[in-house]
């Protein structure tokens, strides 16, 4: 009991096994050298290191402390036990004291020892083997004879009746060496597989150890540069709060202050009623006429304009900002900041082309079926109900039903077109075909030197002209959204369009005169900072 108890103590906690070379933490724990290198090596790059058994935590690498201690222990402990301890099989003629045995006997079920086996008989039927104490699951259950053969069909060991009187009779058989050495040279193959598949995962595990090594230095630069950013947003909003509330109370400042002037302008003019009536009582004409300010008092018409505008000003002034755009205006932006997600890249897509079967005949398609311009000459294509047969308008050729994308347009040739998106049920000819003055398309619109967007008939007017020659329109299908950027440096958002969309978008140009380019477009994974930028700056 004394000696279990002890070798429980000398048992590496990561093994299970007697320590070897055995080291130790600063915690106080043992481990075997090679088994906390290991548990070391997997900790490697996870931000800091810790003691399997306490958990207690190291921020480097701890060093490994020889126990020169516990390594004589265990070696005196090791040389104190029998060989026996590992086998556990003693010599059956030994009766005196236990003597481990070499080797067992299956045909007369004893083990022997060195002296034993010398005198042990060498008949055939004596067969020897290492050191067991199981001897009945090496004989057959049924003959209890001792298993020499290997049936083939059954893959089964068998013992000799088996074979010639059993139920093995006539099935392909085999020694059990010859047996062995085939499952051996299967098995050794299998390891060699599963070896080339250790390796390829330890390279895997290499690989992906330093490529995290470098995500973390670039995730250190990303997430100063994204600090800042949203300091900057934070500081921007902030500015942005108090200068709202500052002109909200600014505003009933002013009119107090205008209160005040005209209450002391008020009391001035009480004060000349009062003068001027003195002089009316008075009996005295020599008083009257010598009276020296009778000219100020009699200028009734000193500053009446000015306090008749500013109080003009004042009374239709409303007393509030105009909280109904502010809000808009902020609404967009939260918009914009929920379509911002984690990975902050963009993957590009073909280019949209032009669908030719859907052009008015007054349109010209380039041959690259990008860019589109009015012509005076009609071109003789055949009418079809895709054509628009009344508006010089033309749709893409590829449609979107579900996901993110984008595509951009040059629009710095004309000053009168459309460009948005339309479902394919879109009527061709008339008033309810023109993209935007139905409930199946929304549009960006330029007639002459104003901006709207519009659809269903219905137009907002944009507050700015865009600045630059290039748009962008945003479509989000499955959140509903349509949105339009001015490609200007910083981005700009002009408008998004929210519904719930019923059929495949298609995207939409219509052209008075001049040219407009398609630019190219793709599938959008997500929105850089810098537009989330151009859209508060």
């Not at 709207?452 to 219905?458: A, E, P, T």
Request: aromatic share 6%; proline share 4%; hydrophobic share 30%.
């Amino acid at each position: 009991m004394a000696s279990a108890n002890l070798r429980a103590e000398l048992e590496c906690s990561v093994c299970l096994n007697i320590y070897t070379d055995p080291v130790n933490l600063r915690c106080g724990h043992n481990f075997c050298r090679v088994c906390i290198d290991r548990v070391l090596d997997t900790q490697e790059g996870s931000g800091g290191y810790s003691c399997p058994q306490c958990r207690e935590k190291f921020q480097d690498r701890p060093a490994l402390q020889k126990n020169i201690t516990l390594r004589n222990i265990v070696e005196n402990f090791l040389s104190a036990q029998p060989d026996q301890e590992e086998s556990g099989v003693f010599c059956t003629h030994c009766v005196d004291s236990p003597v481990p045995a070499v080797r067992s006997c299956l045909h007369c079920e004893v083990s022997l020892c060195d002296k034993h086996l010398r005198v042990h008989k060498k008949s055939p039927e004596h067969i020897l083997c290492d050191p067991t104490l199981s001897m009945e699951s090496r004989k057959c259950s049924v003959h209890k004879k001792i298993l020499e053969y290997y049936c083939t069909e059954d893959d089964t060991c068998i013992c000799v009746s088996c074979s010639m009187i059993g139920g093995h009779k006539g099935h392909e058989m085999e020694s059990l060496d010859g047996a062995s050495e085939k499952k051996k040279k299967t098995l050794r193959k299998v390891l060699q597989k599963l070896l080339t598949k250790r390796e390829k995962m330890e390279e895997r595990v290499q690989s992906l150890q330093e490529h995290r090594r470098k995500v973390e230095v670039k995730a250190t630069g990303d997430s100063e540069r994204v600090t800042v950013l949203f300091r900057d947003l934070r500081r921007h909003l902030e500015d942005l709060e108090k200068r709202i509330l500052k002109e909200i109370s600014r505003r009933a400042e002013r009119i107090s202050i205008s209160i005040r002037d005209l209450e002391i302008k008020k009391e001035e003019l009480s004060r000349k009623m009062r003068h001027i009536e003195e002089l009316c009582n008075m009996t005295d004409p020599l008083t009257v006429l010598q009276e020296s300010d009778t000219g100020d008092l009699c200028d009734t018409e000193d500053g009446d304009n000015e306090d008749r505008e500013r109080y003009e000003e004042l009374l239709h002034d409303g007393g509030g900002l105009d909280v109904a755009g502010i809000s808009h205006t902020l609404h967009t932006l939260y918009d914009i900041i929920t379509e911002v997600n984690v990975s902050f890249y963009i993957q590009g897509a073909a280019d949209i082309l032009l669908d030719v079967n859907t052009a008015h005949n007054n349109l010209h398609i380039s041959d690259d079926r990008k860019t589109v311009s009015k012509s005076d000459r009609k071109q003789n294509r055949p009418e079809t109900p895709e054509r628009f047969q009344d508006y010089p308008q033309v749709l893409s050729s590829r449609s979107f039903s579900s996901g993110r994308h984008y595509w951009e347009v040059d629009v710095g040739g004309p000053e009168n077109w459309r460009v948005g998106m339309c479902y394919p049920s879109i009527e061709r000819r008339e008033g309810e075909a023109v993209i935007g003055n139905n409930n199946k398309s929304w549009c960006l619109w330029r007639n002459g030197d104003k901006y709207k967007v519009r659809h269903d008939s219905k137009e907002i007017p944009l507050p700015t002209n865009i600045s630059s020659n290039r748009v962008r329109i945003d479509l989000d299908y499955e959140a509903g959204r349509i949105s339009f950027y001015d490609l200007c440096d910083p981005i700009r958002h002009l408008h998004t369009f929210t519904t719930t969309f019923t059929e495949p978008l298609y995207g939409g140009i219509g052209v008075g005169r001049g040219y407009i380019k398609m630019c190219g477009g793709g599938m959008r994974r997500g929105r850089r900072p810098e537009h989330l930028l151009g859209v508060i700056q």
